[in-house]
């Protein structure tokens, strides 16, 4: 039988603390709430016990971060899609952030394995003066455990409504996607971060993300196969191709701890779970 798991999470600044308060339904939820940096920012880590989606599974997340707070959002593992034989499954991302408040969205890789049908959907909602920064992992099969993706679909959406999508269908019979100069090369993990804002951003302080976030990548062995760009005065994306998920990240968690300290004036406070 499908899971349908459903995560509300509400993010709140009282007395100078970011509180986090939810509901949920079925296998999905989070663990204690942890302040690394201090009581203004919120570290979560959202579980979902069954390690993984199989066809007809649907999870369901909300997020709302309301004025002045700030959450760091992240997983303990890979999210995994496995075989369907029937209907896909769907994770499906909600994140409201309202004015002056931040969200970290910093989930470990999606992987798809071979026969998967699945969409991974983000959907971004910011006010006047709220920002976001996430990214986002994907691994087509296990290639370096000899588990090729040679079957089935991916649907990757990412979309701030008026303001920026990012959406594709990967097809593991697509070769001239996959494995073509002019798609992906072979390489078989994909990745992105993006800097998101619910008011454009001044020309200079984009122009700083950007060259921060080159900085990093011309400094990584990854250089020829990532870059950075700025679809429009709201948004600033860093990619990268590589053949396995552990290069990939790294190049991310790089970037990350450099907008962070250009874009917030922050120090990187790695949440404890990426060591363990």
């Known amino acids: 039988m499908p899971w349908h798991a459903r995560l509300q999470l509400d993010y709140r600044l009282e007395s100078a603390r970011t509180v986090a308060r939810f509901q949920h339904s079925g ?13 203004a920012v919120c570290h979560n880590v959202l579980v979902h016990p069954p390690g993984g989606l199989v066809g007809g599974d649907t999870l369901e997340i909300s997020v709302e971060a309301a004025t002045g707070s700030h959450a760091l959002l992240t997983t303990p593992g890979a999210t995994r899609f496995y075989r369907s034989t029937g209907e896909a499954a769907l994770q499906h991302t909600r994140i409201r952030v309202q004015q002056n408040a931040r969200v970290e969205w910093l989930p470990l890789e999606a992987i798809c394995h071979s026969g998967c049908r699945a969409e991974n959907r983000l959907q971004l909602d910011l006010a006047p003066g709220a920002e976001l920064l996430g990214w986002d992992v994907t691994a087509l099969g296990l290639p370096a455990a000899g588990q090729p993706f040679n079957h089935g679909d991916f649907v990757q959406h990412i979309g701030m409504p008026g303001v920026w999508l990012d959406r594709g269908r990967l097809a593991a019979g697509d070769t001239v996607l996959l494995d073509s100069p002019l798609g992906l090369a072979g390489q078989r993990c994909l990745a992105s971060i993006f800097f998101c804002a619910g008011t454009p951003l001044e020309r200079t302080r984009r122009q700083h993300a950007l060259d921060c976030a080159r900085e990093v990548l011309q400094a990584h062995p990854l250089v020829n196969k990532a870059g950075a760009t700025s679809p429009n005065n709201q948004v600033v994306v860093a ?15 790089q970037v990350w701890s450099a907008w962070r300290r250009e874009l917030w004036q922050m120090r990187a406070a790695t949440p404890r779970i990426w060591s363990t």
């Open 27 to 39: 296998p999905l939820r989070i663990l204690q709430s942890l302040y690394p940096e201090g009581d």
């Open 239 to 253: 990619r990268v191709l590589a053949p396995l998920v552990e290069p990939a990240m790294q190049l991310l968690r």
